[in-house]
């Protein structure tokens, strides 16, 4: 028996949406036990085939690879999805029709603004891993004219990005900018006046590239009575350990209470406080959170509601002129034909699902004379589980390492929860931190 069009077309929908939901939800679960490159594995077939969920698949598979340490095949699909995502992207008029009728789902994923503004982010973090510094300021550049685009021909009101600034910081002072890197330092300063070290930062910037008013200015903020060349001198030949943690989950796409038709982001989970610490030699430090995924994401898709719901309202209006134009012919085709429609219109729930909730980062001084191995402790701390009958308290066992130290002047540590990531000497079973039990408080 022939299967009428209108239950092939909604098959296929739902089909289409449950394979992509699917598929990703496999690479999730290795993700969460530390398998990146089996997470990978899961989606890269999908990530390298055209489909209209193309970039929802090669965003999640570069960033599956960049907590793997394979950071130029990461970049590699960073850079195809970058291409699938301009700002002045083309949306054919057959799929603009199609999703006033049907579902944004019909259209071919370009993603929101958000996360084409992280791709640049995780692009510059794998040039810096792969020690290609111009490369990563350049991307760091490009992500800054994605967000002036943004305010000045959509009329968003993004702020800057505090990990963008503060990598072009240590980035131009690693190369002797000192002008460059100060300006940096202090688009950082703006954003994030309590950052650990920031302080020292201003100081020292100033101080080498002869800004001596703004040198007393940041003495006289941060209480500091003298600064001399030779701690000046110090600091240049100083090299640094850049840890950057990835904290949890990213907001998840859910339908809209208020318009179901429409999504929005919410938390993922309910983890409430995550605190990645670490020790180097005698000293216990803790890394600060430089980046709220969540907060970023949440308010620039807030942004985007009003696009989003004035389509919604178009569509609505498509619909009743289609539905009208075919009830002249026949009600009951007109009537199915809504039917249709109505159902296959749901909230395109594509996103950037591997995201993390929280980039944490802290940079390390180390001797400069030091030739010897490094010992560097990691562990995530301090983990508050909320649920509707019990508090419960979550600790990680610390993880030793020694890292040999080289003659670059910044070295770069990765860890994805409680997983260190890179260097590659990190990836040994015995130098994984294993989640401990949970406590009840």
């Known amino acids: 028996?022939?299967?009428?069009?209108?239950?092939?077309?909604?098959?296929?929908?739902?089909?289409?949406?449950?394979?992509?939901?699917?598929?990703?939800?496999?690479?999730?679960?290795?993700?969460?036990?530390?398998?990146?490159?089996?997470?990978?594995?899961?989606?890269?077939?999908?990530?390298?085939?055209?489909?209209?969920?193309?970039?929802?698949?090669?965003?999640?598979?570069?960033?599956?690879?960049?907590?793997?340490?394979?950071?130029?095949?990461?970049?590699?699909?960073?850079?195809?999805?970058?291409?699938?995502?301009?700002?002045?992207?083309?949306?054919?008029?057959?799929?603009?029709?199609?999703?006033?009728?049907?579902?944004?789902?019909?259209?071919?994923?370009?993603?929101?603004?958000?996360?084409?503004?992280?791709?640049?982010?995780?692009?510059?973090?794998?040039?810096v891993a792969l020690n290609e510094d111009e490369a990563a300021l350049v991307e760091i550049r490009k992500l800054n004219d994605k967000l002036n685009a943004y305010r000045n021909q959509a009329g968003r009101e993004y702020s800057d990005n505090p990990l963008a600034h503060y990598l072009a910081a240590i980035l131009w002072e690693k190369q002797k900018s000192w002008d460059d890197s100060c300006i940096e330092y202090e688009k950082f300063y703006e954003l994030s006046p309590n950052f650990p070290g920031i302080g020292d930062d201003l100081i020292f910037c100033s101080f080498v590239s002869q800004r001596w008013e703004k040198h007393r200015k940041w003495k006289k903020l941060f209480r500091v009575d003298n600064y001399s060349a030779k701690q000046a001198k110090e600091r240049k030949k100083q090299k640094d350990i850049l840890y950057i943690s990835y904290q949890g989950m990213g907001p998840v796409k859910v339908p809209n209470p208020a318009w179901p038709r429409l999504p929005m982001l919410v938390p993922r989970d309910s983890i409430h406080t995550y605190e990645s610490a670490y020790a180097l030699g005698k000293s216990n430090l803790a890394s600060r959170t430089i980046l709220n995924i969540d907060k970023l994401a949440i308010d620039a898709f807030e942004e985007q509601f009003g696009k989003l719901l004035a389509k919604r309202i178009a569509a609505r209006v498509a619909k009743d002129q289609i539905r009208q134009k075919i009830k002249e012919d026949d009600q009951g085709a007109a009537f199915l034909a809504m039917?249709?429609?109505?159902?296959?219109?749901?909230?395109?729930?594509?996103?950037?699902?591997?995201?993390?909730?929280?980039?944490?980062?802290?940079?390390?001084?180390?001797?400069?004379?030091?030739?010897?191995?490094?010992?560097?402790?990691?562990?995530?701390?301090?983990?508050?589980?909320?649920?509707?009958?019990?508090?419960?308290?979550?600790?990680?066992?610390?993880?030793?390492?020694?890292?040999?130290?080289?003659?670059?002047?910044?070295?770069?540590?990765?860890?994805?929860?409680?997983?260190?990531?890179?260097?590659?000497?990190?990836?040994?079973?015995?130098m994984t931190l294993e989640p401990a039990s949970l406590d009840e408080k």
């Not at 598979?61 to 130029?72: D, R, T, V």
């Not at 004379?369 to 701390?381: A, G």
Request: hydrophobic content about 40%; aromatic content about 10%.
């Open 1 to 127: 028996m022939k299967r009428p069009l209108y239950l092939t077309v909604f098959l296929f929908l739902l089909s289409a949406c449950s394979t992509y939901h699917m598929q990703v939800q496999k690479s999730v679960e290795e993700m969460r036990g530390g398998n990146f490159e089996a997470a990978s594995s899961f989606i890269k077939e999908r990530a390298f085939l055209e489909s209209g969920d193309q970039v929802a698949y090669l965003l999640d598979y570069a960033l599956l690879e960049h907590y793997a340490g394979n950071f130029e095949e990461s970049n590699h699909a960073f850079h195809l999805a970058e291409e699938l995502t301009e700002i002045k992207d083309y949306i054919s008029l057959s799929d603009e029709a199609s999703s006033m009728v049907f579902s944004e789902s019909m259209v071919a994923y370009k993603g929101d603004d958000y996360e084409k503004i992280l791709i640049n982010i995780f692009k510059a973090i794998n040039y």
């Open 339 to 430: 039917i249709i429609m109505d159902v296959t219109d749901q909230a395109d729930l594509r996103q950037w699902t591997m995201l993390p909730k929280l980039i944490q980062l802290s940079k390390v001084p180390l001797n400069h004379s030091e030739n010897k191995l490094v010992n560097i402790q990691t562990r995530r701390e301090v983990i508050e589980l909320h649920s509707s009958t019990k508090k419960i308290k979550a600790f990680t066992n610390p993880s030793s390492v020694n890292l040999q130290p080289t003659n670059q002047k910044l070295q770069i540590v990765l860890s994805k929860d409680q997983y260190l990531v890179f260097p590659k000497l990190l990836r040994s079973s015995e």
